[in-house]
């Protein structure tokens, strides 16, 4: 099954190597993987997208907690989260095209962010579905490039109760 | 004031009270070692092979219960120990191993011997580290000790370039260490181990099954409180040799592939297992799926991936030995009477039986060939009132060993469990010399793996180390010859070795002692003679060259499946080899 598991690290050198290292040398899968310094600038977040039954995953997590330079580790499966992934596309736009493109965007919610008399080159946003389904749109036009960062996620906090919201509002 | 690098490097190891670095210089670490020749606190041991400094550190470690420290050069002298720290790393040595690295303008650039120390170490170390700055040395190499010898123990590199080691700073050393992202736990669940407790309480068919993590953590006599206040039977891993006395009533030696007999029935028939500091090895499970069968199974480990890694867990525990096993020993002798004695009778008197049907055994004449067992039971023997320290190398010899010198007390076995490195016997043994000068150190070897390490004898001459090494001398490597009869109908595919070197001669030229056993009635008197020898000593001991180790479950098979003895096809290939003296290998092999 797949799970989505997020990771704060030491912002320092070789770190992901020892995170990546991990993952090869005991034959775990990754599928993603996305790195990026967090608020605290000392450390990174990783967000990692694997697969395996209910051992491997416990052996992921408890391989990665055991990595001195891995602060927190957090198997967002176990949680209600959210995840979006981005890709940025560009298409090879004919006349008669470019007006489809523009509508496959727009009916996407994405943006072009680049434009040639012959490309157009889109941003997307959303979860790896969506990010398939533009895909398989746009392919009969010509995809000339294609990248995708990987999935992020982040636990959805816990609903509270309406009087609880409302003061805090008031609050802020 | 400041101090250079090199400087600072001794000041560290001297605040971290160590006594004996095992080293060989390069080029990057001139610094270094000019400054070690320059004090007199610290002891250089200069070693012939940077694997043999590795492993000595190892010995040292595992004899003295404190981190081993090797140092190194870069490039070649780093792939050289690595074999060393992936040892350490597979059976929790804690060993901290400093590495020379070019210059750090020159690092990335192929410079002369250069090598990605930290990138290669990765996989076989704890943790490793490359300081890039003076000013980060001393509170890195605090770390690197912490590392090494807190939590589950390991090997911690620590890689300094050239620069560093010659540059200036301000020392200080760090009185505390705190690493967000490393905080092992030594005090166990308390409601874990209440339901331990009750589940000791309501066994009949227990069964203590005990590793070296009980020995790096200091908790013999918690386990053996645990187990007379209980009279649970223990089992005790390789690497949990010495762990519990080898001779007490409640032991029942080894279990594993080479285990006894009564030790793997009883985990086989087992209704509870209490595992203590030991990780399941596939050594130890056999047969994953067929494990125990009717047990349940209560895991005490500090390292949380040891914990539901191989096989299932009912009540895990996470948590240093000695603590957790104090709590469990409390709750328990408030609650443990006279009752558990008498629910466990039927399983005891199983146990007696299964000793009592297949003892270890094998068949000395008085005037054949030497048997390897008859050779290791003589040297314990004579020895065991001289609490020797005993190290092994890997193969046929180790398991006769393990089998037959019953150890007393921990910290004194030094054998390669998880990795099985062959020439790690010498050099560990040396390493325990090294920490203990007057104590009587062995190290049982095969005619193969003391060849891996033998340039180490130039080390332990100049040093006075005086190791006996006794040799189980059979011409070939041993378990690959045993296997290839069992398994491989008796192709010996290069196992054969020849009775080449003369290991006598060799010992000489070294100027050490040789001494060889011709036949089995000198066995007693070249043993004692080499006891009372104050230098180190080769003992050269020609072998039945076809004995092989039992009981073996073989690999992936069930524990209470074990092959007892050889099978008839081979007794009947072999018994025209019976009276084969070694000199005539030849002529068998070729027959």
């Known amino acids: ?172 | 004031m400041k101090l250079t690098g090199a400087e600072i490097f001794i000041e560290c190891l001297k605040r971290e009270g160590v006594k004996t670095v095992f080293a060989l210089p390069g080029g990057v670490v001139l610094k270094i070692f000019d400054t070690l020749h320059q004090q007199k606190d610290i002891e250089v041991i200069l070693t012939r092979h940077e694997q043999g400094a590795g492993h000595m550190a190892e010995g040292y470690a595992k004899a003295t219960g404190k981190a081993g420290v090797c140092l190194v050069t870069s490039g070649p002298g780093m792939t050289n120990v690595i074999t060393a720290l992936a040892d350490a790393y597979m059976d929790s040595v804690p060993l901290v191993c400093f590495s020379g690295q070019v210059p750090t303008s020159f690092i990335g650039n192929d410079a002369f011997q250069e090598a990605d120390n930290v990138g290669l170490s990765r996989p076989c170390t704890k943790h490793n580290f490359l300081v890039k700055d003076v000013n980060d040395l001393a509170a890195t190499i605090k770390e690197a000790f912490y590392i090494a010898t807190t939590g589950r123990p390991g090997p911690v590199l620590v890689d300094i370039p050239k620069d560093v080691s010659m540059a200036k700073a301000e020392f200080t050393y760090p009185n505390s260490v705190s690493i967000r992202g490393y905080n092992p736990t030594y005090e166990g669940n308390k409601w874990q181990i209440k339901q331990a407790a009750e589940a000791i309480m309501k066994a009949k068919k227990p069964i203590l099954y005990v590793g070296g993590g009980v020995i790096f953590s200091g908790a013999s006599q918690e386990l053996l409180e645990l187990a007379e206040m209980t009279q649970i039977p223990v089992d005790m891993t390789l690497m949990g040799l010495g762990a519990f006395p080898g001779e007490h009533l409640l032991s029942l030696g080894m279990l594993g592939m080479h285990g006894t007999y009564q030790a793997n029935m009883a985990m086989h028939y087992s209704d509870l297992v209490i595992a203590i500091g030991a990780r399941f090895d596939d050594r130890v499970t056999g047969k994953v799926s067929e494990f125990c069968p009717y047990a349940k199974v209560i895991h005490v480990d500090i390292d949380p991936t040891s914990i539901r890694k191989n096989i299932h867990v009912d009540i895990p525990i996470v948590g240093d030995c000695k603590t957790v096993l104090r709590e469990l020993n409390q709750i328990l002798r408030a609650t443990v009477n006279g009752e558990q004695k008498d629910l466990r009778k039927p399983w005891w008197d199983q146990i007696r039986e299964w000793q009592q049907a297949h003892p270890l055994t094998y068949h000395q004449e008085k005037d054949g060939p030497i048997k390897p067992q008859q050779v290791v039971k003589r040297l314990y023997e004579l020895t065991k009132d001289r609490d020797p320290i005993v190290s092994t190398d890997v193969g046929q010899h180790q398991m006769w060993a393990a089998q037959y010198f019953k150890l007393a007390k921990p910290n004194r076995w030094l054998t390669s469990g998880g990795l099985g490195t062959m020439g790690f016997g010498f050099p560990a043994a040396m390493g325990a010399q090294a920490a203990f000068r007057d104590r009587l150190v062995l190290c049982i070897a095969g005619d193969g793996s003391i060849q891996m390490n033998m340039q180490e004898m130039a080390t332990a001459v100049v040093n006075k180390l005086p190791v006996k090494i006794i040799i189980l001398n059979n011409g070939f490597h041993g378990m690959v010859r045993q296997w290839q009869d069992l398994f491989y109908e008796g192709r010996y595919a290069s196992s054969y070795l020849d009775t080449t070197p003369d290991f006598v001669k060799l010992a000489d030229a070294y100027g050490a002692v040789g001494l060889r056993v011709k036949k089995v009635g000198d066995l007693d008197a070249v043993l004692k003679e080499a006891l009372a020898t104050d230098k180190p000593v080769i003992v050269d001991v020609p072998t039945y060259p076809y004995e092989n180790c039992y009981p073996m479950i073989p690999a992936g098979g069930c524990n209470h499946e074990m092959i007892l003895e050889d099978p008839p096809e081979l007794k009947k290939k072999q018994s025209g080899a019976a009276k084969v003296t070694p000199e005539d290998k030849d002529t068998v092999l070729t027959a």
Do not use: C, W
């Open chain 1, 1 to 172: 099954m797949e799970h989505i598991i997020s990771v704060t690290v030491e912002n320092k050198f070789g770190v992901l190597s020892r995170v990546a290292g991990l993952f090869s040398g005991r034959g775990f899968n990754i599928e993603s993987l996305s790195v990026a310094p967090t608020l605290d600038p000392s450390m990174s977040q990783m967000t990692i997208v694997t697969s395996g039954d209910e051992r491997i995953i416990e052996q992921i997590v408890k391989q990665l907690n055991k990595l001195i330079d891995v602060i927190k580790v957090v198997d967002l499966n176990e949680t209600e989260f959210v995840s979006r992934e981005t890709a940025i596309i560009k298409v090879h736009t004919k006349d008669a095209d470019r007006a489809e493109a523009l509508r496959i965007v727009d009916i996407f919610r994405a943006n072009v962010i680049d434009s040639t008399p012959s490309t157009y080159t889109i941003e997307v946003s959303g979860d790896p579905k969506k990010i398939e389904a533009i895909i398989n749109l746009l392919q009969p036009l010509g995809i000339k490039d294609l990248v995708r960062t990987g999935r992020v996620a982040v636990a959805r906090e816990p609903v509270r109760p309406v009087a609880m919201q409302a003061k805090k509002v008031a609050r802020d």
